[in-house]
């Protein structure tokens, strides 16, 4: 499956920005999707993860409250919706898709990648 993300920007702190990752292919419904971000110098980490039929969700704690991951899969596509956005919060935002069904939260998980949004938050 390819994956493309797209809906990255500059926000003030407080703000919102919806994330869309759009899939290829006609298996979307098979896969788990997570979401993950990455700044210069460190690891990427995990945001949030949903099951395949969107059931489940699972997300971190830095983001617990403020970020809500969902699904479209008659549209092949999985949504991170950013509220009350934070400085901290700043990062390249990439998708994921792992044949795993369960929410997974190890980067080591997920076989596919997309190329990443950047998402700057300003104080």
């Known amino acids: 499956v390819q994956l493309q993300a797209f809906g990255g920007g500059l926000v003030q702190a407080g703000g919102y920005l919806r994330l869309s990752c759009a899939a290829s292919?006609?298996?979307?419904?098979?896969?788990?999707m997570g979401w993950f971000r990455q700044v210069p110098g460190k690891e990427r980490e995990f945001v949030a993860a949903?099951?395949?039929?969107?059931?489940?969700?699972y997300y971190a704690d830095s983001v617990k409250g403020r970020f809500t991951i969902s699904r479209g899969n008659a549209k092949n596509t999985v949504y991170l919706q950013m509220n009350s956005l934070k400085p901290e919060d700043t990062a390249v935002y990439y998708c994921?898709?792992?044949?795993?069904?369960?929410?997974?939260?190890?980067?080591?998980?997920?076989?596919?990648w997309g190329q990443g949004t950047q998402v700057t938050v300003s104080s």
């Open positions: 994921a898709a792992t044949t795993l069904g369960v929410p997974r939260t190890s980067r080591y998980e997920y076989d596919y």
């Open positions: 292919g006609r298996t979307f419904s098979r896969y788990g």
């Open positions: 949903i099951s395949r039929s969107g059931g489940s969700t």
